[in-house]
Structure formats: structure tokens, C-alpha cells
């Protein structure tokens, strides 16, 4: 099984987008996958309902177990999947999920959203027994 998933928010928006047609977020999901599919890259494509970035689309994520998880907005349909993958590629080399900032692409630079901690992490244990 792949260890990094890329979460492409499939109910992302742009504002000429047609009422009839697919949203933005779908059509990017459906270019990523097929491009991963392409590129043979060892990731899962996981399309999601929404994340809560509607001012910001087109959003996905990177996470992975016991990895930090990143949320990034901003991604162009047209162009964004190969971006993306090349940022999955990246993120599974790194350890903690960090990518090195001088090794980021322009688009994680400028589309972060949020970092969220991995579930289980260093310092937990040590905010837990601080605080009793």
C-alpha cells in the first residue's frame, strides 16, 4: 500500500465555473489520479468532499501515517496535477513529512493553508504530563 495520500478536494469551485459542469476540484482530482496512473507513482488519490477552503480552491493535502499533514490551496487546473505529484514525491522522501523549504516548489510555498501534527507525535507526552 502507497504511504503518502493526496486529498484532492473534489467540490472546489471556481467562479466561472459552469452550473451544469464539474466543479474545478473534480476536474483536478481526475487529472491527478490519471497523471499518477501515467508517472507509475506509488501514491493513493483520494478524492474528498470537502476542505473547508472554498476561498482558496483548488485544495488538496499530503498525509501519510505518522507524518505531519499538510493542506495546500490555489491550484490550477490546468497545470496544478504535475505540482502536486512532483510535491507527493517529495513528502514521501521526508521522513516527518516536512519538505525542506528550499526544495518546495512555488505553489506549496505560496498554498500553504495549514500543517497539522501526525496523531501521534513527540511532544505529546510531554504537553500531557505538563499540564497534570
Known amino acids: 500500500?502507497?504511504?503518502?495520500?493526496?486529498?484532492?478536494?473534489?467540490?472546489?469551485?471556481?467562479?466561472?465555473?459552469p452550473a451544469d459542469g464539474p466543479r474545478a476540484g473534480a476536474r483536478l482530482f481526475d487529472r491527478v489520479?490519471?497523471?499518477?496512473?501515467?508517472?507509475?507513482?506509488?501514491?493513493?488519490v483520494a478524492g474528498v468532499e470537502c476542505l473547508s477552503v472554498c476561498k482558496r480552491p483548488c485544495t488538496v493535502g499530503l498525509s501519510a501515517a505518522g507524518k505531519w499533514t499538510y493542506v495546500?490551496?490555489?491550484?490550477p487546473v490546468e497545470t496544478g496535477a504535475a505540482t502536486i505529484l512532483d510535491a507527493a514525491v517529495l513528502y514521501g522522501e521526508a521522513g516527518d513529512g516536512l519538505i525542506p523549504w528550499r526544495q518546495r516548489p512555488d505553489a506549496l510555498k505560496k498554498g500553504v493553508v495549514a500543517r497539522i501534527p501526525p496523531l501521534v507525535f513527540p511532544f505529546a507526552t510531554a504537553h500531557k504530563e505538563a499540564a497534570e
Open 1 to 17: 500500500m502507497p504511504s503518502t495520500t493526496i486529498l484532492v478536494c473534489t467540490t472546489c469551485r471556481h467562479a466561472d465555473d
Open 33 to 44: 489520479k490519471a497523471l499518477a496512473e501515467e508517472r507509475g507513482c506509488d501514491v493513493t
Open 72 to 75: 495546500y490551496g490555489d491550484f
